[in-house]
Every structure is written in C-alpha cells, then in structure tokens.
C-alpha cells in the first residue's frame, strides 16, 4: 500500500507564499501522475496542478502563473511551490498518486489570511 505524507501547510499572509511536499513510501516512477488538490470549507475537492510521467504538467486556470508542480525522483517527492497567495487558496491541500490504484495523502491545511 502506497503511503503519501504531506508537510509545508501552514497560515501565511495574502501575496505570501509556501511550498508543500509529497512524500511517497514508493518509487514515484510507478506512478502514471502525480497531483495535488485542494478542499475548502463546504465546497468540493478539486484538481490544483498534476505532474504526467513525462513530465509534463497542468494546472488549474485560478492557480496558473503562481504555483509550480515540481518532483524530484531520487527522493519519491514532489513539490508544490505556491506565490502570491490569495485568500481564496484558504484550503486543505491533498496529495494523489495514480497507479495501479489511486492513493491519497492525510492532506494539510494552508490558510491565506492576514
């Protein structure tokens, strides 16, 4: 069973920024994607930015510009570097790994406040 741990949430100010990582207890190669999502209070998970096994990636429109899905292979990591952060990115962000099964992280919380 994959383990995803999450880690860099926290509270920061408007325009401030943060960057979370996803750990995986496997190797990330075994993985079609890789993404991030995010819930926020009474509204649905949706997708924040994914990472392909090529390499190539997308994002969701109200984040393009100002977050940046990265990995790094040699350490079954990957990245969400997130700037200029706004509140309405006030939401707990989860990790999501697609292999032979889907497999989700504990999730942590990140609030844009000031």
């Known amino acids: 069973q994959v383990q995803l741990v999450e880690s860099g949430g926290g509270l920061v100010q408007p325009g401030g920024s943060l960057r979370l990582s996803c750990a995986s207890s496997?190797?990330?190669?075994?993985?079609?994607?890789m993404g991030w999502y995010r819930q926020a209070p009474g509204k649905q998970r949706e997708l924040v930015a994914k990472?392909?096994?090529?390499?190539?990636?997308n994002y969701a429109d109200s984040v393009k510009g100002r977050f940046t899905i990265s990995r790094d292979n040699a350490k079954n990591t990957i990245y969400l570097q997130m700037n200029s952060l706004k509140p309405e990115d006030t939401a707990v962000y989860y990790c999501?790994?697609?292999?032979?099964?889907?497999?989700w992280g504990q999730g942590t919380p990140v609030t844009v406040s000031s």
């Open positions: 999501r790994a697609d292999g032979r099964f889907v497999s």
């Open positions: 496997t190797s990330i190669f075994s993985f079609s994607a």
């Open positions: 990472i392909f096994g090529g390499g190539s990636t």
